[in-house]
């Protein structure tokens, strides 16, 4: 199995995509440390890993919105602990409360919104990038949107903190190139038969959408060693091949 030995941590792993991609990548011999901020849907996804006799995964209930950069460390304190290393972090965890216009957005809605989709990501990357560093490849993955190439009107903070995290991403990935180790990639997911999908599109013919687990190939390729060498880069799933 390509991944082997190899401990990749996720977060949102109890949402459809995050558990999607935390099985997928679990088959292939990974090791994962499912992060989210519901024990309930940890353990589904701890228990669909566990069924196909994959690696068994780590548990780590962690609320991105409220952690304090403490936190954040003891997290990867942790993890450096136990590991010493990792050699993936998929950023899955995702807010998206509603559709809304700007000149009503409402301020709590807002900072929340900004804390899941974009502050943790920026936090947990930096406290995470010296456990990165240690293997000779490690790869970072943000989950975007296709809609930051054309901004959409009432997307709101979730759309202003797509468009922030690809940029992020792209920033990132430059100052990590010279280096040669940490590649950095987003993952366009594109419109899929997804929970946040149903909540954001409620009357949309679902069964017209792509399942969760036709993505998976795009994961197994940004974590895997294809793509050791592709950084800065956006990657739709809806046009992906292997």
Not at 78 to 96: M, R
Not at 134 to 146: M, N
């Amino acid at each position: 199995m390509p991944l082997t030995k190899q401990t990749i941590l996720i977060t949102g792993a109890g949402g459809g995509l995050g558990s999607t991609a935390a099985l997928a990548l679990a088959q292939q011999g990974a090791t994962i440390i499912l992060l989210d901020k519901s024990i309930p849907k940890l353990e589904k996804a701890y228990d669909a890993i566990i069924a196909v006799n994959a690696p068994t995964p780590v548990i780590y209930p962690f609320d991105l919105a409220g952690a304090t950069e403490v936190q954040y460390h003891e997290l990867a304190d942790t993890i450096a602990e136990k590991y010493g290393h990792i050699n993936g972090l998929l950023h899955s965890a995702v807010e998206l409360d509603a559709f809304t216009p700007l000149s009503i957005h409402g301020t709590m809605a807002w900072g929340h919104t900004l804390n899941v989709n974009l502050n943790a990501a920026v936090l947990l990357t930096q406290v995470l990038l010296p456990l990165l560093q240690k293997p000779e490849h490690a790869s970072i993955v943000f989950t975007g949107d296709s809609f930051v190439r054309e901004p959409r009107a009432y997307t709101g903070a979730y759309g202003v903190s797509k468009i922030a995290l690809a940029s992020y991403a792209k920033i990132l990935a430059e100052e990590l190139s010279d280096a040669g180790k940490i590649r950095v990639n987003t993952l366009i997911p594109g419109p899929v038969d997804s929970p946040l999908r149903k909540k954001s599109f409620p009357a949309e013919d679902k069964s017209k959408l792509p399942k969760m687990n036709e993505i998976s190939p795009a994961y197994l390729y940004l974590f895997g060693a294809k793509s050791i060498g592709t950084t800065g880069q956006t990657v739709d799933a809806r046009t992906f091949k292997l």
